[in-house]
């Protein structure tokens, strides 16, 4: 365990108990007032920041894995367009009405995961090749992008349309243990199979040919990816809608901390991206608003200059953080 | 012994047969498109011919596991991309990838014979003052070393490289031949695609000439790479001057 690890993980133990305390009703630990604080405490806040762990941690790692494999430091786990396919998915529960019992949202929202991860792999998988492969993404994201408008114009009635619309912005208001059972084990198996690839996203630094004559399998690498990413996003966007920047914004926020070799940025992303979902969720519950901030909006309010300020970053010095290449 | 039997990839190569001995530096050299680069990846097992194989020992390459054909067959290709700012070291250790385990794969390797290895290969490229150092800070010629290193690091029997010399100065280019001279001597085999004819006459112990795809010469370049064969190959008029091991070609 490196100290970068350590010390993330640190921050995220003080981090868990302190965001428990937070929100709407504030909960004085040593002298509760509030009547419900228990229950308050074990269903409602405990399971959202565990939620909030999973999505960070795989967004986080998903980004970081992407950016190695793409080569490039602009690349984000959108790109496959898993996370479209899985809201997809969750657009046609609520468009058939599925949506009311429970389990079918995420179900839904993990069978369109499922669905992409499997079209990745038959258009890309043979070759191997990361052009092909990154284009069989953007033509599933498009495709599912399209297909959501579809669904919301065709929409049946105004509280359907209502619903698709709120739940693509993000959020984890009202979330509880079962979604915990979904998301949690799911992120970790991504995490493992991103994990799993380090030793050919560090091969790829040298790019494609060279890698593969250090022995790397790029059929296993980008399998290793598609169930990483898959699973990561997919489970991710199955509790929570589609939450962005995040794993654009955390490889980023970690590298410079790193010697950049991908392998060695996965496990820091995934723990950073905890910590900053966790954190930004607690500001979206404490925010004085008429109604509670959706976490996808207030990531984005934040990515996006973030982003803006990096791109610029980019340009002044292209060694920075960018390519060699 | 790596050797090649009647390798022909459609309109890239024809017919190439060849065997290489290890302790030699080999050139390959050829006109552009002459298809050196192609018979090279043949030969590093990363184009498989439609005709034809490659064996190592006897053993054609395809059926080598592809970390296991790593860590016998070095291999630096011709583009200099590195994607991240990483480290000399860092960079460098990238070639003990085929000996550390994989997830559910055993290493061949231990951290104490990675950390020797890549020492090693510092010291060989004359790197260990820039173990330090991103890569954005190294010149051109700093940053060649870096990638031969990298290879190094892998203690490959057999180093094949493409155009190692491009993009260097003329003492940057001297110093890495003599530093993969020093590797055949002991005991890899070297093998490098050159444009440059006196580089290949003057420090190749066999030059194996490529015209169309086709073996147009094969030996010891002072007798294989004569002044007639330059002028029918790359179709121009050339003499040697000098002595031989200190040759220059004059043109025209």
Known sequence: MTRLNLTLLAALILAV???????????????????????????????????????????????????????????????????????????????????????????????????????????????????????????????????????????????????????????????????????????????AALRAAGPGLDALILGATAARSLGLDPRRLQALLIAGVGLTVGSGVAVAGIVGFVGLIVPHLVRPFTDRRPSRLIVPSALAGALLVLVADCLCRVLPLVSELRLGIALSLVGAPFFLALLLRLRRSPTLDGGLA | MLSAQNLTLPSRLHDVSLTLGPGEVTAILGPNGAGKSTLLACLAGLLVPTQGTVALSGTPLVQFPPRTRARRIGYLPQSPEVAWDVHVETLVRLGRLPWQGAPLHRPHTSPAEDDAATAEALAAMDLEAFRHRPLSRLSGGERARALAARVLAGRPQWLLADEPLANLDLAHAAALVARLKAQAHEGRGVVLVLHDLATAMNHAARVIVLANGAVAADGPPETALTAELIENIWGVPARWLGEPGARALALG
């Open chain 1, 17 to 191: 108990p302190l965001s428990l305390l937070a929100g709407k009703v504030w909960i004085d630990p040593f002298h509760p007032a509030v009547p419900n604080a228990g229950v308050i405490l074990l269903e409602l806040r405990l399971p959202r920041a565990l939620l909030t762990l999973a999505i960070g941690a795989g967004l986080g790692g998903a980004g970081a894995a992407m950016q190695g494999y793409l080569r490039n430091p602009l690349a984000d786990p959108g790109l496959f367009g898993i996370a479209p396919a899985a809201a997809l998915g969750a657009v046609f529960a609520f468009w058939t009405g599925l949506s009311a019992a429970a389990w079918t949202l995420p179900l839904f929202a993990l069978i369109g995961a499922g669905g992409a991860m499997a079209l990745l792999g038959l258009i890309a998988g043979r070759s191997g090749g990361v052009a092909l492969f990154t284009l069989a993404g953007m033509m599933i994201a498009s495709l599912a992008g399209a297909l959501m408008s579809l669904a919301i114009s065709l929409s049946p009635t105004a509280f359907a349309l209502s619903e698709i619309v709120t739940w693509l912005m993000g959020a984890l208001t009202d979330r509880g243990w079962h979604e915990v059972w979904i998301c949690a084990p799911l992120t970790l198996a991504g995490l």
